[in-house]
């Protein structure tokens, strides 16, 4: 028998919301701060997967110029209703101290392709909206609210809590906003940080999913049932239908987060997040994945997972579908040869692509703009690392006038992690020269120098440039003819490019990508070519 092996979406999917459209089974992801947002992912046997796109790619639906890293779109919640997909997401400008500024949205599309309409405005009052569409042709929306308040000492709001619980409103389809009066359903149980909400409905009861204890390491999926949507509603017998809290030795941590799906025939399946930390240490360069769990419905009609555990498994039977594999993705990117760039490929919060690269005969050209690590303006195009293990190579063709510009290869968690070989211009000698820049440091995001001087490459011609992880070590190296490397700097830190690898599990979301990047902070917009880029990553058996 041929297993579900989880994670199914390796390296950053985040939040998954799953939707099963006959037999075509979707899966939205959380994009944060990378352009375009929301990753779609499909299959048609819950085994094979394939990136599909990303659903918000204009202006008019998403522009995160100064957003904060890990900030932008969160827990998107996708759905198929009324002959259309529903398209719930939040974009979050703020995320630090007492406020959430974390602003609703709806947009929809007749095929998961697209395209998708311009956004409708739902709320402000917190994050991880999801749209519940009723069998008695009602919608509503639940979201969780954010208590600014939780902190203050007076004695009306002492005790309370940041996560406040979850919110639900009927959602108006003719007006296109939402209606009526706003219920607080659920507060939660006694882990805490109630948030993530999605509502089905089977037999008599109205479920409710919500994610409890963070997104670390105490993160659950938690359900709860009522006969009345506005509730009250019960707790399920082991309150988490799923949660690795108890189980610190498995391979799949931090699982929480997740949907149900249900097939043709009945068979119940669940989605959730997770993540493979870097073995002996707490530290998970590939971020929050998507795992996916067979479950069974139990005679007091709540639901379990298949093999009676509440710790998610590495392999899980699959539905008895046909099989369905897709070609696989990309290794190497030929740019010359290409019009649009792959689904693979993302950058960094701005819509306007024409001022950050576009795609010539030359290959791709990154036009130079603010600093690595901008919140603003960042030529960065890059693609997920989704193992331990992996190596990325590219030829960059780069004249820089000064040692203001810079262009190379980059493995980027955020603008506080990141390791980064980069052609300039060496002040002292005036010529070429590689220099490696790091950067492990919040909230300063000071930079440090791993080499004492610049590495002299001769004046024209183009170069070639290297890095291989391997677990927690990263290894630069560089060519002046693309055959023979040449190792540049010491060995580096590759774990702190990780969820927990500065600030720790609760504060960064995202996960590691590797690509290309170039800068001109003169403001001159010097341009880099990059002929192609290669990411080979070698599968691990977890």
Known sequence: MVHIKNPILRGFHPDPSICRVGEDYYIATSTFEWYPGVQISHSRDLVHWRTVGQALNRQAQLDMRGNPDSGGVWAPSLSFADGQFWLIYSDVKRLDGNFKDAHNYLVTAPTIEGPWSDPIYLNSSGFDPSLFHDDNGKKYLVNMVWNHLASMGNDHVRGAKFFGGILLQEYDVLSEKLVGNIQNIFPGSELGLVEAPHLFQRGDYYYLITAEGGTGYEHAVTYARSRDISGPYELHPNTFLLTAQNAPEGAL??????????????????????????????????????????????????????????????????????????????????????????????????????????????????????????????????????????????????????????????????????????????????????????????????????????????????????????????????????????????????????????????????????????????????????????????????
């Open 253 to 542: 941590q931090r699982a929480g987060h997740g949907q149900y799906v249900e097939l043709p025939d009945g068979t119940p399946y669940h989605t959730f997040l997770c993540s493979r930390p870097l073995p002996g240490m707490k530290r998970s360069p590939m971020g929050r994945e998507t795992g996916i769990a067979r479950c069974c419905w139990g005679e007091d009609d709540w639901l379990y997972l298949d093999h009676q555990k509440l710790e998610p498994a590495t392999n899980v039977t699959p539905p008895e579908l046909p099989s369905h594999p897709w070609p696989d993705p990309p290794v190497v990117f030929d740019f010359k040869s290409m019009s649009v760039l792959p689904p693979q490929l993302q950058w960094l919060r701005s819509p306007e692509t024409e001022r950050l690269f576009e795609l010539r005969q030359e290959g791709l050209r990154l036009f130079g703009r603010e600093s690595i690590g901008s919140l603003f303006e960042q030529s960065l195009v890059a693609a997920r690392q989704t193992e331990w293990v992996c190596e990325a190579q590219t030829c960059v063709d780069f004249d820089p006038e000064d040692f203001q510009q810079l262009a190379g290869l980059t493995a980027y968690y955020n603008r506080t992690q990141f390791h980064y070989l980069a052609l300039t211009r060496d002040p002292k000698t005036q010529g070429r020269g590689l220099v490696i820049l790091s950067c492990a440091d919040w909230p300063e995001a000071r930079v440090s120098y791993p080499m004492a001087d610049m590495v002299a490459v001769p004046e024209q011609g183009p170069v070639w440039l290297k890095l291989n992880i391997d677990h927690a070590a990263l290894q630069f190296a560089y060519s002046l003819d693309g055959l023979s490397f040449e190792p540049i700097g010491p060995v580096l830190d590759a774990s702190i490019l990780s969820d927990e690898g500065v600030r720790g599990e609760h504060s960064n979301f995202t996960g590691n990508f590797i690509g290309m990047a170039a800068q001109d902070v003169t403001g001159r917009a010097r341009s880099a070519d990059f002929a192609m880029f290669k990411l080979d990553q070698k599968s691990a058996d977890v």
